[in-house]
């Protein structure tokens, strides 16, 4: 098993509507949460963390479920400014400590 | 202002070569990173430095090696170049520790023929 997965799509939608991406890891013992978004030929940037009580940024929820390990983000009112590759990414400690980075599900949003 | 930089954005050499690239950050943060983003797009990580210390040294050969002057900068320095080192090269920084935000610079693109 991948220590993250995420369905590496595409979705493909169109304006307006609502998508859903989810992602799991391995390891019970990762520490913290996060979900980046990656343009084309661009460096990935944070888009949000992710934290038990779920948290909110406009149209954008994120969620942990630590019990079933899998982390989900939830975007509402989609825009064509939102497709981009949303990265899943996993802090965790084995042994040392870890960043590892999900590969990925592209979002192509049409008008 | 850039707040983490590398430099050269594209860098084309031939095969057993050896290149260095650069990367430095002026958001005052202690920690820095190498990731490597190959042709499938998965992003691992390779390095760690806090405060100027290797924290994180990933199965990564040899050849590449990091070297952090101070903890603004952390350049990575790769010998006998091989076409499998072809990939986008990315350096990143956090405040303190691995558990806090990542900015990443630009990439520096490799290509190795």
């Known amino acids: 098993r991948k220590e993250v997965e995420q369905d590496p799509g595409p979705f493909n939608v169109p304006e307006g509507a609502t998508v859903a991406f989810n992602c799991t890891y391995s390891?019970?013992?990762?520490?913290?949460f996060f979900w980046y978004r990656q343009d084309c030929r661009k460096e990935p940037k944070l888009l949000m963390s992710v934290y038990s009580s779920g948290n909110e940024d406009g149209r954008f929820t994120a969620q942990l479920n630590r019990a079933s390990q899998y982390i989900s983000l939830l975007i509402r009112d989609s825009k064509l400014s939102d497709s981009a590759t949303y990265l899943c990414v996993v802090n965790e400690v084995n042994g040392g400590f870890k960043t590892i980075f999900g590969a990925g599900t592209r979002l192509f949003v049409k008008a | 202002d850039t707040a983490v930089s590398q430099t050269p954005k594209y860098l084309v050499t031939q095969m057993g070569n050896d290149k260095s690239i650069k990367c430095e950050q002026n958001?005052?943060?202690?920690?820095m990173y190498w990731y490597k983003q190959d042709s499938k797009k998965f992003l691992k990580i390779m390095f760690s430095y806090n405060n100027k210390e290797l924290i994180i040294n990933e199965t990564v050969p040899n050849r590449f090696s990091p070297k952090s002057p101070d903890k603004a900068h952390l350049n990575l320095h790769i010998n006998s170049l091989e076409l499998g080192d072809s990939a986008v090269y990315f350096c990143?920084?956090?405040?303190?520790?691995?558990?806090?935000?990542?900015?990443f610079g630009p990439g520096t693109r490799l290509l190795v023929l």
């Open positions: 390891n019970s013992a990762s520490q913290s």
């Open positions: 990143a920084s956090s405040q303190n520790t691995w558990i806090e935000t990542q900015y």
């Open positions: 958001l005052g943060h202690d920690t």
